[in-house]
C-alpha cells in the first residue's frame, strides 16, 4: 500500500532476523528493501537520521524499548504498536496503531509521508520528551530523589557533598535501590538488543556518561 503511494519509498530494515524468509514474503517490493544486519553504533544513528519515518512494529513483549528513545533523540516521527509501555514512552509523541495489522500500520505510515509538516511537529515533540524525561539530567534528579540525606547521627565521615545537579540537601546518603528482580531486571531486559528495526526513507545518539550504580 506505501509503494503504490510512495513509488520510490525505500524501508531500511536494521537488527537481527530472518533475512531470506523475509526476501521470499515480500517478492518483488524485496528492491525496496535494505537489509543493514547487525550493525555499529554510528551506523545506527547514521540510519535513523537519514530516515523520514521510524516504525516500531512490534508484536509484544516491549517492557522499554530503548531504540525508540534513541529514535527520538535522533529526531524521527515514529510509528509504533501500541502497547502500554511504549505509549507511556512516547507520551503523544508519535503515532500508534494496532499491533499486527499490516493495513493500520500502512495507513499510518501513509499519513506522515503525505504530511511533512505534522511529522515535524511529532519529531520536534518526541525530540524535547527524550531530553525532558530520559536525558541524563532527568534520570539522575529522579534517582537522587530516593536518595535523603543522611541524619547527623548516621553520616559518615567519608561521604561527600550531594551529586550535581541533586536536591537540596542530599549529601550521599543511603539510596532505596530496587530488590533483586524488580526494577533492575526490568532495567537490563530493556537493554538486550532488538530483533528488528524499520525505518522508511522517503525520495544523536544519547549520552554514554557513565551512571553510577549502588554501592557493594
Known sequence: ???????????????????????????????????????????????????????????????????????MAAGRPIVASRFDPIEVMLGGTGVLVEAGSPAALARALDDLLDAPALAAQLAAGAR???????GWDAVVARILAHCPPPSRSSAHPDEGPAPRGGPPGARGGPCHWPAPGTASRRASASLSPPTMQAQLRHSSKLPTTPCPGPSS
Request: charged share 25%; aromatic share 6%; proline share 3%.
Open 1 to 71: 500500500a506505501v509503494v503504490r503511494r510512495f513509488p520510490d519509498v525505500q524501508l531500511l530494515i536494521v537488527g537481527r532476523g530472518d533475512e531470506d524468509q523475509l526476501r521470499a514474503q515480500v517478492g518483488e517490493l524485496v528492491e525496496h528493501i535494505h537489509f543493514l544486519g547487525q550493525v555499529d553504533d554510528a551506523t545506527k544513528a547514521s540510519a535513523m537520521r537519514s530516515a523520514d519515518v521510524y516504525c516500531a512494529p512490534n508484536t509484544g513483549g516491549e517492557s522499554f524499548g530503548i531504540v525508540l528513545v534513541e529514535a
Open 128 to 134: 524535547r520528551r527524550t531530553v525532558s524525561r530520559f
